[in-house]
């Protein structure tokens, strides 16, 4: 009795002490692969007695949940947590939309075990708004084994004149050479290949980050249009609007030789049980030493509620936990974000990504994928996928490209 008396009024006098963390967590990983990776993330937070409430928003590449993200902040109902790209994070910043999370940084010590180049991403006027999950790269090559033996290729290709050649045995055999699911990222993703490949990584950086325009009107940006429509010839009838997943499943499925994709092509085939090196093979594409990195990251958002602020603060930290870094990145096809995390249990796709990644630190290899958001705010980035897209989807010239990429960049920057 007395008990149900006391209770009220100590929940009313010590919120602190008994706010339940809590978070609402907005993210597009709905994929084999990408579930089996949030539900690492989700069983950590809950086994540290977190209350997580899903809120997924499928669609690859995640332009859906930045439209659901946008209509919640307008309408006043801001996710506590949300899968967010340093662009985006940037701009949702701006607005002081998000909260500061410098108490947690301090305490776990972000600034001694997260890579400098991150910290920048995640912080707002030198503040961390935002947590970083992985590394991810876009470079790569998905292929079939047995289907490039059948042409007698033991190799992916090293050059595209070589990926050209591939592709044209595979087709004269009967098999699709490339796997592509026709969504704007996705041929935006073929598209920065070509330009790391074809014009090297100091054109990718004043092409596509610097916008030069000297550079996006090149004879190597038309080249780079060229190779687009040869590889238009490659790909089946049916790649309209399909999703990047079971455009991967095809190459699983030996329907199709080679898919270009991020490296969370991989964790669709772990999720289906295959075996890198045996069953599938991971290459980067054709580039010196490029490495086109995407890294996921969680923006809180500014809500108010003890048990959401206390949800925010322990996800964040447990998000840069060692353990967590390991388990979830083994599972999502990515390596961890935090430094010195232990690989002896990541596949070989993983140790050449790694290593791929520290070469590409000393030769400013590193760049951001346009594909994913990585590289642009919202409106720059919107203009190269409306050019690429229209290109890519119709008979337009390179030169008639090239004009409408400068436009587009133009009109994007007013
Ligand atoms: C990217 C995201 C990856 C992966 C991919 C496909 O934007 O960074 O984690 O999920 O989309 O949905």
């Not at 579930?35 to 928003?57: C, M, N, Q, T």
């Not at 001694?112 to 912080?123: W, Y």
């Not at 958001?373 to 720059?380: E, T």
Request: aromatic share 8%; with cysteine.
């Amino acid at each position: 009795m007395l008990a149900a008396i006391c209770l009220p009024v100590f929940a009313l006098t010590m919120p602190n002490a008994r706010a339940e963390p809590t978070v609402e967590v907005l993210h597009y990983w709905t994929s084999g692969g990408e579930a089996k990776a949030a539900s690492a993330l989700k069983k950590d937070f809950e086994g540290h007695g977190g209350k997580w409430i899903d809120s997924p928003v499928a669609g690859g590449g995640g332009s859906a949940a930045m439209t659901v993200l946008r209509s919640r902040v307008l309408s006043g109902d801001a996710p506590t947590a949300v899968q967010l790209k340093s662009p985006a994070i940037l701009e949702w910043a701006e607005q002081g939309a998000l909260a500061n999370l410098d108490d947690v940084a301090t305490k776990e010590h972000w600034n001694d075990i997260l890579p400098k180049r991150l910290q920048t991403l995640m912080q707002y006027d030198g503040h961390y708004v935002a947590v970083p999950v992985n590394i991810h790269r876009t470079d790569m090559i998905w292929a079939n084994p047995e289907l490039l033996a059948s042409v007698g290729a033991g190799d992916v290709p090293k050059s595209w004149d070589e990926f050209n050649t591939l592709a044209e045995k595979l087709q004269a055999k009967g098999v699709i050479p490339l796997a592509l699911g026709g969504q704007p990222w996705q041929e935006v993703i073929l598209f920065e290949n070509v330009v790391l490949g074809i014009g090297g990584t100091e054109f990718y950086q004043k092409a596509l980050i610097d916008l030069d325009e000297e550079a996006l009107k090149s004879d190597t940006m038309k080249k780079v249009f060229d190779e687009m429509r040869i590889l238009r010839g490659f790909v089946d009838a049916d790649f309209s609007g399909r999703d990047w997943n079971l455009t991967t499943a095809m190459v699983m499925n030996g329907k199709a030789a080679m898919q270009i994709m991020g490296d969370w092509a991989k964790g669709e085939f772990l999720a289906a049980g295959k075996v890198p090196g045996k069953d599938f093979l991971c290459v980067s594409t054709p580039s010196k030493d490029g490495y086109l990195f995407n890294t996921d990251s969680f923006a809180m958002f500014e809500v108010s509620g003890d048990d959401k602020v206390a949800g925010q603060k322990l996800l964040a930290e447990l998000i840069v936990g060692e353990k967590f870094q390991e388990t979830f990145n083994l599972l999502k096809g990515s390596i961890p974000a935090r430094l010195g995390v232990p690989m002896d249990k990541f596949d070989e796709c993983a140790l050449q990504s790694e290593k791929d990644m520290q070469a590409s630190q000393g030769s400013d290899g590193f760049l951001p994928s346009v594909g994913v958001d990585m590289a642009l705010p919202g409106a720059l980035t919107g203009a190269i996928v409306d050019t690429v897209t229209s290109h890519f989807n119709s008979d337009m010239s390179s030169d008639d490209a090239v004009s409408k990429l400068l436009e587009n960049i133009e009109l994007a920057r007013d």
